[in-house]
C-alpha cells in the first residue's frame, strides 16, 4: 500500500480524524461567505462521502468530517462543481475571517468582507514558519474580535465637524460613549485623546454635521489558543486601504523573516523585539 501523504492532504484541508483512514475536509470560506449553491453542494457532498453532517467552525469555517481517504479526489472535485474550494491548515496563512461590515450592518465603518477578500487573494495559503490568522471586524462593537487574531483589523471613522451645517443638537455628546464630545461656548469640542473612532457621532447625527473618511486601526501578535494575547495597536490611525496593505505586508513579511518554526506571530515580536517590528510597521506606515 502506497505511503499516504499527510502533510499534502493537511495543506489541502483534509484533516486526520481518530478514526483510522477518515478525514474532515475543512473549506475556504472567506469572511464566513457562502452562497446557497454553495450550501446545496456542500450538504449533497456531506450525505454523499461524510456522515451526513457538517461542523461550523469558531473562525467560520464549514468542516465536513468522516471523508474516507479513497474519495479525497472525488470530493474535492465535487466541490469544485457547486463553487466551493478546500481551505488550508499548517504552517501557512489561514483563510480571512470578517463580519458583515457596514455593506449590512448600521454600525460598520468599512466594508469588511471587501478588505477580507482582498486580504484572502493577497496572503491564502502562503506557507510560513507557524499558522498566521487575519480578521477583520467593522467598528468597535468588534464582533469579530480582530485582537484575538496574528494581525487584526478594526473599521474606524476618522471625522471632522462641519460647523456650519450643525444645529447644536447634542445629540452626537450624548451617542459618545467615551465622553469625547462636548460644546463649550457653542462650540463643539473633541477630545482626541479619548475618541476611539467608533463613529457613533456621526451615525447619529440628524443633519449629517460631520465629514467621514473610512479608516482602519490594526493590531499584531494576538492569540487565543494554548497562550491568550491581546493584539497591540503600533501605529496611528490608517487612513487607507494602499497604506493598510503595505503594513500588512510588512508585518507578514516580518514574520516570514524572523520566525522560528512552530512559532507564533506574538512570541517572534516577544524574542525579537517590538522596537523592530515597530520599525518595520512604520516603514511601511509612512510609505
Avoid at 491564502?124 to 483589523?153: S, Y
Avoid at 520566525?259 to 523592530?276: P, Q, S
Wanted: net charge neutral.
Amino acid at each position: 500500500m502506497a505511503k499516504v501523504d499527510y502533510a499534502t492532504l493537511k495543506k489541502g484541508g483534509f484533516m486526520r480524524q481518530k478514526q483510522k483512514n477518515n478525514f474532515s475536509l475543512r473549506l475556504a470560506c472567506v469572511g464566513g461567505a457562502l452562497t446557497a449553491e454553495n450550501l446545496k453542494k456542500i450538504a449533497e457532498v456531506a450525505e454523499k462521502y461524510g456522515d451526513g453532517y457538517v461542523h461550523l467552525t469558531s473562525r467560520q469555517g464549514v468542516e465536513i468530517p468522516f471523508i474516507k481517504l479513497d474519495d479525497i479526489d472525488d470530493v474535492t472535485a465535487d466541490l469544485a462543481k457547486g463553487g466551493c474550494r478546500p481551505g488550508v491548515c499548517g504552517p501557512r496563512v489561514r483563510t480571512v475571517t470578517a463580519c458583515q461590515g457596514n455593506a449590512v450592518c448600521p454600525s460598520g465603518n468599512i466594508n469588511s468582507y471587501d478588505i477580507a477578500v482582498k486580504l484572502n487573494e493577497r496572503y491564502f495559503g502562503r506557507e510560513l514558519p507557524h499558522k498566521f490568522k487575519f480578521g477583520v471586524t467593522g467598528c468597535q462593537n468588534n464582533c469579530l474580535k480582530a485582537e484575538e487574531n496574528d494581525v487584526g483589523i478594526k473599521g474606524a471613522a476618522q471625522i471632522s465637524w462641519k460647523e456650519d451645517t450643525c444645529i447644536h443638537c447634542g445629540v452626537c455628546e450624548k451617542a459618545c460613549r467615551e465622553e469625547a464630545i462636548s460644546f463649550q461656548d457653542d462650540k463643539l469640542i473633541i477630545d482626541n485623546e479619548k475618541c476611539n473612532y467608533c463613529g457613533r457621532c456621526a451615525k447619529s447625527c440628524p443633519v449629517d454635521a460631520w465629514d467621514v473618511n473610512e479608516a482602519f486601526l490594526v493590531s499584531f501578535g494576538g492569540t487565543f489558543g494554548n497562550h491568550i494575547s491581546k493584539g497591540r495597536e503600533f501605529l496611528p490611525l490608517i487612513t487607507s486601504e494602499e497604506q493598510l496593505f503595505r503594513v500588512t505586508d510588512a508585518a507578514i513579511q516580518f514574520f516570514a523573516d524572523h520566525a522560528n518554526a512552530g512559532e507564533r506571530f506574538k512570541f517572534t515580536i516577544d524574542r525579537v523585539g517590538e522596537e523592530k517590528l515597530y520599525e518595520v510597521l512604520k516603514g511601511a506606515y509612512d510609505g
